[in-house]
């Protein structure tokens, strides 16, 4: 069987309802401007539920619930992004959580999803029956009539939240005539605790439910609780002027950086396997060798990498660190760009947030140019800058254009220039020839000539128009 068509809310339950069937084995799919969600069927009942931002929900549930550490989470995160595994699958082979406590936290996950698509305000299906389903990772399947009976009824409540809060643009304050109890309400869960102190009269109704990582059936009913029991009150509806929008608009900034710093790290990675092979593949015979290296590679090499990238971060600033808490070069960008645009919520002054952003990412290209000289080597460094230029000669022909573009390529042809200088220093060659991953220099191998095409073009004055 296949269907496909328009859905709303009111109509979402009869979908459902048809492949409920046991005869029903295959996978639906729901997508709305905002989001996708894909399900998986097997005899009637849902047994997996993925969404664009499903692994990194699954990371936060587990990371407020103390299950592992926001490090932790930050490495595995990152390899999954670059295996392509599941998280939940990363979490458990590296031994950070068991398999019974993921397939909890998806069963719990998965519902709530399924919850909400019930909110959403309409979007495209398709399903397809398929006879080859992944089994999944839940040991409980979802009974699609108890989803459905439970979102009727969540429905019905949520019609009564709207009706006090007709708006997710509402920004709330605490009212300044209640006393400062803590908590404000009797028995908030811990989510809620969560919830309640995102209410800062800056954020709107729709900021809470993405910084909170909850629901909207969540966020609107501790809100209406708030506002009958008289703890807040309403600041004010926010309305963004188109040039405040394009100030909190980073998505070119970060993929700019983003491309030089994902480069980066694929050049570390070839060189830390060089590294490896050429250091252990005669120490070993060569029979137990490569399998000993295999092991090694999957053991070590990604935690690595990732102590290395995360080690380059800049922080000393405090906003720095908030911002680069989700910030991976191994992430989508629109997940970076949405990550980005959270964190850049607590710098004040608006008109300089786009600035901060672009000269804490280039100090993370700084860090992680001088980590790679100094244990790889200015040879080693060579590649990556030229590999850097290329990126700039794009970005200055015609690729992006941003109020920013030409003082922010001054800044990066500047540091290349400046790292490239060291190459000619016959004493700094020397020195960095015996850093601790340079063992695969050949000494037979006179070091190149630093590229002489490092500038792509005249570098604009720091205060010239954009290009």
Known sequence: MKLNGHFEPSSLASVFQILSHPDRTGVLTLASPE?????????????????????????????????????????????????????????????????????????????????????????????????EVPQGALDTEIDI??????????????????????????????????????????????????????????????????????????????????????????????????????????????????????LLRKNLAMDLDRWVTGVFAEAVTESQGAEWVVELHKRARGRWIFNIMDNCKPRSVRHQEILLSGFSPTSRMEDNVRNVAAAMRTVKNTEKTRMFLARTLHQYVTNLLHTTENAFGPVVTRRMLLGVNHILARVSEHRMQFPEKALIIKDMVDLLIDVASRAKDPDFVRLKSFGVFTVLDKPATPPAAPPETLRAGPAPAPDSPAD
């Open 35 to 131: 989001s996708e969600v894909r399900i998986i069927i097997r005899e009637g009942s849902v047994i997996c539920v993925t969404g664009s931002d499903t692994q990194t929900r699954l990371g936060n549930l587990l990371r407020r619930r103390n299950v592992i550490t926001a490090k932790d989470l930050s490495y595995c995160l990152s390899e999954a992004h670059e295996t392509g595994d599941a998280l939940g699958q990363v979490l458990v082979g590296k031994g950070f959580i068991g398999l019974e406590t993921l397939q909890e936290t998806l069963h719990g996950q998965a519902r709530e999803v399924l919850f909400n698509l019930f909110f959403w305000k309409g979007g495209e299906f398709g399903y397809q029956d398929s006879p």
């Open 145 to 262: 009539a108890g989803v459905i009976s439970v979102a009727r009824s969540r429905l019905d409540e949520m019609f009564a939240f709207m009706a006090e809060i007709p708006s997710d643009e509402i920004i709330f304050q605490v009212d300044e005539n209640w006393p400062g109890e803590d908590p404000p309400l009797p028995g908030l869960s811990e989510g809620e605790a969560r919830l309640w102190s995102l209410i800062d009269g800056t954020r709107t109704v729709r900021q809470i439910i993405k910084d909170g990582d909850s629901e909207d059936y969540s966020v609107y009913g501790l809100l209406v609780r708030l506002l009958s029991s008289r703890v807040i009150i309403k600041k004010e509806t926010a309305v963004f002027p188109e040039d405040q929008r394009a100030q909190r608009d980073f998505s070119d900034i970060v993929q700019f950086y983003g491309d030089i710093l994902q």
